[in-house]
T-cell receptor, first 114, second 114 residues
Framework: AQSVTQLGSHVSVSEGALVLLRCNYS??????LFWYVQYPNQGLQLLLKYTTGATLVKGINGFEAEFKKSETSFHLTKPSAHMSDAAEYFCAVSSSNTGNQFYFGTGTSLTVIP | GAGVSQSPSNKVTEKGKDVELRCDPISGHTALYWYRQRLGQGLEFLIY????????KSGLPSDRFSAERTGESVSTLTIQRTQQEDSAVYLC????????????FGPGTRLTVL
């Protein structure tokens, strides 16, 4: 079975500081990993995804994530936080043996302090 | 092309009434998903369709909830005898058939049960 754990339901960072949002997954087969962002009063949109190939994935708005198989992690980072990054972030996993089923984490709310 | 659309955007109903929520996926997307998002919480999987069939109904909270999809297109989520705990944003997403493909989310329907 697949599952996703996001450590820290709330994260606060100062503007300009490093953003690190944690995601760990469990999967018995190679996973496909996704980060979605939900800005206030908006729908979810894809930030980035890992399927195969390079383990460091770059997404929109300066975010990136690294797939680490040995740690079963897919943490999201951004070198310098901007006020506009304040949002809810969701990690999700799917795989070849889940059909089209996706499993989402419970989300991390990012607050950026000016 | 058009994204995923949902209607109505907001629905206020009285306890005990039935409601129908509609989702129009992106044309050509064979997979369709329904999620529930309670205030301040993560995504709760409800049901997913592959074409017109629903291989996974495990997330439906009770027998008051049902969903159907016709013509590999529009889907309706029906909640009978609504309860106050059904108040939430109901999100619909669609994707291409392959599990590595991202889900595209609609804006959601905010349901309030008085």
């Amino acid at each position: 079975a697949q599952s996703v754990t996001q450590l820290g339901s709330h994260v606060s960072v100062s503007e300009g500081a490093l953003v690190l949002l944690r995601c760990n997954y469990s999967s018995s087969v190679p996973p496909y990993l996704f980060w979605y962002v939900q800005y206030p009063n908006q729908g979810l949109q894809l930030l980035l995804k890992y399927t195969t190939g390079a383990t460091l994935v770059k997404g929109i708005n300066g975010f990136e994530a690294e797939f680490k198989k040995s740690e079963t992690s897919f943490h999201l980072t951004k070198p310098s936080a901007h006020m506009s990054d304040a949002a809810e972030y969701f990690c999700a996993v799917s795989s070849s043996n889940t059909g089209n089923q996706f499993y989402f984490g419970t989300g991390t709310s990012l607050t950026v302090i000016p | 092309g058009a994204g995923v659309s949902q209607s109505p955007s907001n629905k206020v109903t009285e306890k005990g009434k039935d409601v129908e929520l509609r989702c129009d996926p992106i044309s050509g997307h064979t997979a369709l998903y329904w999620y529930r998002q309670r205030l301040g919480q993560g995504l709760e999987f409800l049901i997913y369709f592959q074409g017109n069939s629903a291989p996974d109904k495990s997330g439906l909270p009770s027998d008051r909830f049902s969903a159907e999809r016709t013509g590999e297109s529009v889907s309706t989520l029906t909640i009978q005898r609504t309860q106050q705990e059904d108040s939430a944003v109901y999100l619909c997403a669609s994707s291409l058939e392959q599990y590595a493909n991202e889900q595209f989310f609609g804006p959601g329907t905010r349901l309030t049960v008085l």
